[in-house]
């Protein structure tokens, strides 16, 4: 896919991001596979934060290997189809004894918006 | 052979979600997560994508690969299914025979003239099956 035609501007993935409570968080696990579990999201000045349990997969993997994707998608309709995947590194900034938090550092952004794909 | 999923709830929630997000590995061993749709058929997942896609050469190099099967987002009891597991691209034909090939579904939001493009792509080769054959699955969420 052409994707510099279809990506979002800063301003575009910023509101999308703000406005999801939900991610997909990609890691690589200790077997050297990759991994995903669903994540609690919560993005806000330009920070990208995520939660999962303490004594998941994620959280494990990502002692183990800090580098990740957050992927956040909608697919209300084919072309209504937009996503945001955010690469980087895992920072744990807070655990409360069930999940623990983190931020994503070096952030690296991709996105895509059907709605721009020229038809 | 795949494996015996571990609980039917597992299979009963693929058959029904199509949601997929794909997470492979690029070739610097960092993770890539690709939004899809899967459909789950004689005990894979399949997938279909262009060949020259970057999801196809980060799973040719790697063949491992997770699935995150999801509901979505909005959904009261938001749940999944993650499968981790080895991809292959395969041939259109090899696609389960005697049933609707997986290209011939339509996840909702989807309009038969996508339907009917991808079905295209695929017959002239520029897109290609891929099959997940799960080794460990999982579930997440608030499953009943």
């Given at each position: 896919m052409a994707r510099q035609r279809v990506h979002m501007s800063a301003e575009g993935v910023a509101a999308f991001l703000a406005a999801k409570r939900r991610a997909i968080v990609g890691t690589r696990a200790p077997d050297g596979g990759p991994d995903g579990e669903p994540a609690a999201l919560a993005c806000a000045g330009g920070e990208v934060r995520f939660s999962v349990p303490r004594d998941g997969p994620t959280a494990r993997n990502l002692r183990h290997d800090p580098r990740l994707v957050v992927s956040v998608e909608e697919f209300p309709s084919y072309a209504g189809i937009k996503g945001v995947a955010v690469h980087g590194r895992a920072v744990a900034v807070g655990d409360d004894g069930e999940r623990t938090s983190f931020r994503v550092a070096a952030p690296r952004i991709e996105s895509f918006d059907f709605a721009k794909m020229p038809r | 052979m795949a494996p015996r999923l571990e609980t039917s709830a597992a299979e009963d929630f693929l058959r029904l979600h199509t949601r997929t997000f794909l997470v492979t590995l690029r070739p610097d061993g960092a993770p890539a997560c690709h939004p899809m749709v899967g459909l789950w058929r004689d005990g894979a997942l399949w997938l279909n994508t262009y060949r020259k896609s970057a999801k196809v050469r980060n799973l040719t190099a790697e063949p491992r690969v997770a699935c995150v099967v999801v509901t979505d987002?909005?959904?009261?009891?938001f749940r999944g299914v993650v499968l981790r597991g080895r991809a292959e691209v395969v041939p259109v034909?090899?696609?389960?025979?005697?049933?609707?090939?997986?290209?011939a579904a339509r996840p909702p939001g989807v309009g038969a003239d996508v339907t009917q493009r991808v079905r295209a792509r695929l017959a002239e080769g520029k897109r290609v099956l891929v099959r997940i054959v799960p080794e460990t699955v999982r579930l997440v969420g608030e499953h009943g």
């Open positions: - | 987002d909005d959904e009261p009891r034909e090899a696609a389960p025979a005697g049933r609707p090939a997986p290209s």
